[in-house]
């Protein structure tokens, strides 16, 4: 067979022999296909055919809480004026009246009576110092200084809240039973490195629920007899030697600092047969009795601390007499025995009135909320500051023993106390919490609370 020669591999050598001339181009264009059925479509009105499954109910999946951020706002106070119609007619003097404003509670200042009750809330219930007030308010486009924040504290406890604190005092001292205990502070004024924050509160079962600090310099008894006077009632107390000289006092020692001792002489090891053991055992028998007595009259509680706790004491004081010489005076134990001793009486006068209690607890919480906040705001420039926190804090905590809220509580203050004449006691009388006002707007709160949640979750 002869040697097969393709078209395609002739075709250049073809086309080496062609003259240019004889070179055809040949062009074409391509029609598209046009879309008819979207022209046909687009020329009428549309509707639409939802096509779902069918529901045959719901279910809640889950609850949230929303935080809503605090919001500011401007408040403008409009003063509207009259003029008398009958005066006019008669060709009398014309007689202008202008409504009443409110007052604010301090002039020429930002500080509305809700502003400066927030400020003083945040520092001294949240223990939120000045300066981080500061950053918090220009986040909310208010841009406060601390120093001005400080002010406000100063001048409401100044102008108002002292008569407030004054008459609270006046309460206090006509207590049947108070509760003492004090810790130290730091003012920068001051000549000493500390001076001291004294608390006196009323009973757990006072109807009157007070709670007082009050700022000194020192520690001394002079403190405690320039505040307290002649007082002749109950006072519970540690034995700090400032309350010994209250003369006309009947002091009632805290057990729960005699339970300490005991509870500290305790070793790591120690067996049950341990004589600091057996010494905190004695103190815990004591307070469960009084756990089991708590909601019994104050009769019924003064008729079995007679019957139970009193043999317990006695017999706690002779184990005590015992074993005095059998451990080092130096020694926790040794120390917790002698301390037990040297104050017995002032122990044993709890099994007197059936409203006294075992421990001074209630005054040591009061000096906790004190403390927390000295943990942040650190110091105090000046005494007028350290009193004006003092008075404040007074009137806080005063108002939680109540059963009040102590911001809005101060926010009512703030409002009213402004706009009376005077700041007599008279006037004052009807502002202190426990009045039946502040006690009718608690229970509304309440009863409106309790109704919102059976509506809610019912």
């Not at 296909?33 to 020329?43: E, G, I, W």
């Not at 009958?86 to 200042?109: E, F, M, N, S, V």
């Not at 006695?314 to 130096?330: I, S």
Request: with cysteine; net charge positive; hydrophobic share 35%.
């Amino acid at each position: 067979m002869g040697k097969q020669v393709s078209l395609m591999n002739l075709m250049p050598k073809m086309m080496e022999n062609v003259p240019d001339a004889a070179v055809q181009t040949i062009t074409y264009n391509r029609k598209t296909q046009r879309r008819k059925r979207a022209d046909l479509l687009a020329a009428f009105p549309a509707e639409e055919g939802h096509h779902e499954l069918t529901e045959i109910g719901k279910q809640p999946v889950r609850q949230e809480v929303i935080f809503i951020s605090a919001q500011l706002k401007k408040l403008e106070h409009i003063q509207h004026v009259y003029k008398c119609e009958y005066c006019g007619q008669r060709d009398l003097t014309d007689k202008i009246i202008k409504a009443k404003l409110p007052k604010t509670p301090l002039k020429h200042g930002l500080g509305s009576a809700s502003l400066i009750a927030h400020t003083l809330y945040q520092k001294y219930e949240m223990k939120v110092p000045d300066y981080r007030q500061e950053n918090d308010w220009r986040k909310l486009g208010l841009d406060l200084s601390r120093q001005m924040l400080n002010y406000w504290g100063l001048k409401s406890s100044d102008y108002y809240f002292k008569h407030i604190y004054k008459l609270l005092e006046q309460k206090l001292l006509n207590r049947p039973i108070l509760h003492a205990d004090e810790t130290y502070y730091t003012v920068l004024e001051s000549e000493t490195i500390k001076t001291y924050y004294w608390v006196f509160l009323s009973g757990k079962h006072d109807q009157y629920g007070i709670t007082l600090y009050h700022h000194d310099s020192h520690r001394s008894g002079k403190v405690a007899l320039d505040f307290l006077g002649n007082y002749n009632g109950y006072l519970h107390c540690d034995m700090w030697q400032a309350y010994m000289q209250l003369s006309q006092a009947t002091l009632v020692g805290c057990w729960a600092h005699v339970r300490r001792k005991f509870d500290e002489a305790v070793p790591q090891t120690a067996s049950d047969k341990s004589l600091a053991k057996k010494g905190l055992n004695y103190c815990n028998r004591m307070f469960y009795l009084e756990q089991t007595w708590e909601a019994l009259n104050k009769q019924e509680r003064c008729r079995l601390r007679q019957e139970k706790l009193k043999p317990l004491m006695k017999e706690f004081f002779n184990w005590c007499r015992q074993n005095k010489a059998t451990v080092l005076p130096g020694s926790k134990l040794g120390k917790a025995i002698s301390y037990s001793l040297k104050h017995q009486e002032t122990f044993e006068n709890v099994l007197l009135d059936g409203h006294l209690e075992l421990s001074n607890n209630k005054a040591e919480r009061a000096v906790k909320s004190l403390v927390m906040g000295r943990g942040h705001w650190l110091f105090s420039q000046s005494f007028a500051g350290a009193k004006a926190s003092g008075i404040i804090l007074s009137l806080i905590e005063t108002a939680k023993r109540n059963g009040l809220d102590p911001e809005k509580y101060l926010k009512y203050l703030l409002e009213k106390l402004p706009n009376e004449k005077d700041l007599e006691s008279n006037t004052l009388e009807a502002y202190l919490p426990w009045q039946k006002e502040f006690q009718q707007v608690k229970n509304i709160c309440v009863i409106v609370f309790l109704k919102c949640y059976k509506v809610c979750y019912n």
